[in-house]
């Protein structure tokens, strides 16, 4: 439509703006109004509390000026980045609170855990006791009542660093020092100051939903999930996993590297290969000696089931640990999950109409149990084979096993007890796969496992299968919830658990994943996440790759992996 020159006319700005909702709605007020204000004049605009907005394509906090009409999407709790800002916000209210009454002290926020729940241990001064872990939780709530603002300016880079380092806080000095910009955002409640990665709430008022609770060595404050988001969900026995994390711990603290500083600190000294080969050593140290458990116990089990979420590196796992029980003089067979699919037809609907494949019921479970008991029983046994084209279950190889051949099935239902509910579990051994990331910027700003993983799965698909950054963090939601319903809920049922974790790798991958995230487009949803990642490398220094091992557990995201084409497979054909 060709518009007049005439109707063109220069004019003063208005004294109000429009905000646009998703569902069409438009909602005016006064220019510079915060976007918080904007949305609680809004009735009926969402039944979980709001945590921040999508202004333009970009995150803000609900302290933001609304200085121009503007495209704005709510976030509450029940949404990823919502979640985040609730979480981070809490986490910050913790350190406040912990500041006041400890300040002598040092908190450290490690990792999460299950149902909901940051798990954090004390330095510089005894564990906490219940009472004063009861002090602590009740402060908190003081200042929730108090609704005290979460102050946000910006400072110049050394001032910060001074700050710090007059704290005593010389593990975000060391992170500090090798930040490129030379600015940095803090926070202020109270009188309590420091950095967190991301954006917070407007005022401490609207962190309600939380409760302190001893857990092992330390203590583990509690948070909605984003189904629930107003409700603490129980707290399950975590004691494998949390065993896990603080073996890893260990390892970092062997390592000389208990942050991103230091590694950074690795990196710029060259000291970077010492650091891999190091890392490297210690996970074949633990394939080797669960691959020895198994075999101290061949007589009685027969099924090694691995299970654990995308991009945990179970693939190059499997081969190792099948490399280690070769040098056992143990063959594993390798019998593949994906082959007991029922008929396409037979696959049951999500919640959205589509095929849900990772729903436990799209296996032929009585078929997988009929085969295994057949092998184990040393019976010639006629495989299933998935035509994936035709969607049809068919005739494969007859196999049967080699004495003390032993089978292993790699699959993301391996833990769940209805995979094979007629096989004793004195037969099968479950491990537990995952990366569990413990390596943080600082003692309060940890770095999701979650995100590690999503990095390595960019990284990959990309090379592997020519998506782009925007297609896999399209799908990233959808295979979380998956885990969530498939993995996680049996993680506890393993007899070990291996972290892939490596704590060179997000350097590493950097150099990767960075090019690959700033072609995200902007103004879509994806490019909102992969902002995010790009803020999380921006704090690493590269690592040359040529430094890691071609049998690394890395290598099945970054390529070159030796183990890429390693099979076993022995059968008799019928």
């Not at 009735?43 to 979980?48: A, D």
């Not at 999950?337 to 494949?357: A, C």
């Not at 220094?541 to 070159?560: A, C, H, M, W």
Request: charged residues 25%; neutral net charge.
């Amino acid at each position: 439509m060709m518009v007049s020159k005439s109707l063109i006319n220069q004019t003063k700005a208005r004294k109000d703006v429009e905000i646009h909702l998703p569902d069409g709605r438009v909602y005016s007020g006064p220019r510079g109004t915060q976007v918080g204000v904007f949305l609680k004049a809004i009735p009926n605009l969402s039944e979980t509390p709001i945590m921040g907005a999508i202004v333009n394509g970009e995150i803000r906090e609900l302290t933001y000026p609304v200085n121009m009409d503007a495209k704005v999407q709510p976030l509450s709790m029940g949404d990823p980045d919502g979640a985040r800002i609730y979480r981070r916000s809490l986490t910050f209210l913790l350190e406040a609170a912990f500041e006041d009454l400890y300040p002598d002290a040092l908190l450290a926020v490690d990792h999460s855990v299950a149902s909901g729940g940051f798990f954090c241990q004390v330095t510089g001064r005894p564990q906490l006791s219940r009472e004063e872990l009861s002090q602590l939780e009740n402060h908190m709530r003081e200042i929730v009542e108090a609704d005290l603002p979460f102050q946000r300016f910006q400072v110049p880079l050394e001032e910060a660093i001074e700050y710090f380092r007059q704290k005593g806080q010389l593990v975000k000095v060391k992170l500090l020092h090798y930040r490129k910009k030379k600015h940095l955002v803090l926070y202020q409640l109270g009188t309590h100051r420091d950095y967190h990665h991301g954006y917070m709430v407007a005022t401490s008022g609207e962190i309600k939903w939380f409760d302190l609770v001893f857990v092992g060595d330390g203590f583990v404050i509690r948070y909605p999930r984003r189904h629930r988001p107003t409700e603490l969900l129980p707290l399950p026995d975590s004691t494998r996993l949390l065993a896990t994390f603080r073996q890893y711990g260990s390892w970092l603290e062997r390592l000389g590297i208990g942050s991103v500083g230091a590694l950074n600190d690795a990196i710029y000294t060259n000291r970077i290969s010492e650091i891999i080969l190091v890392s490297e050593a210690l996970q074949a140290q633990q394939i080797a000696e669960i691959a020895s458990e198994i075999v101290d116990q061949r007589d009685e089990k027969k099924i090694i089931l691995i299970a654990g979420p995308s991009s945990s590196g179970k693939t190059t796992f499997s081969k190792r640990l099948a490399i280690q029980l070769l040098a056992h003089g143990i063959s594993p067979f390798p019998l593949e999950l994906d082959n007991y699919f029922v008929d396409r037809e037979k696959t049951p609907l999500d919640e959205n109409g589509q095929y849900d494949y990772e729903s436990i019921a799209a296996l032929n479970t009585a078929s997988l149990g009929k085969d295994l008991n057949g092998l184990i029983r040393g019976k010639e046994v006629r495989l299933p084979w998935f035509n994936f084209k035709t969607g049809k279950s068919e005739l494969g190889d007859v196999v049967k096993l080699e004495k003390d051949q032993l089978i292993i099935l790699e699959g993301i239902h391996g833990l769940n007890p209805q995979l094979i509910p007629d096989i004793s579990s004195e037969h099968t051994f479950r491990i537990y796969v995952s990366c569990l990331t413990q390596l943080n910027l600082d003692s309060q700003n940890r770095i999701s496992t979650t995100d590690t993983r999503l990095i390595r799965r960019i990284v990959r698909d990309s090379r592997e299968r020519g998506y782009s950054a925007q297609q896999t963090i399209s799908q990233w939601e959808s295979v979380r919830r998956g885990e969530k319903r498939n993995i996680f809920p049996y993680q506890e049922h393993a007899d070990e658990m291996f972290n892939s974790a490596l704590v060179y790798e997000l350097a590493a991958l950097k150099p990767m994943a960075e090019p690959l995230l700033r072609q995200v487009p902007f103004g879509t949803s994806e490019f909102i996440e992969a902002k995010r990642l790009l803020t999380l490398l921006e704090w690493f220094l590269p690592v040359d790759t040529s430094y890691i091992p071609n049998n690394s557990i890395l290598k099945e995201f970054i390529g070159g992996s030796i183990l890429k084409d390693f099979k076993i497979w022995k059968s008799t054909s019928d």
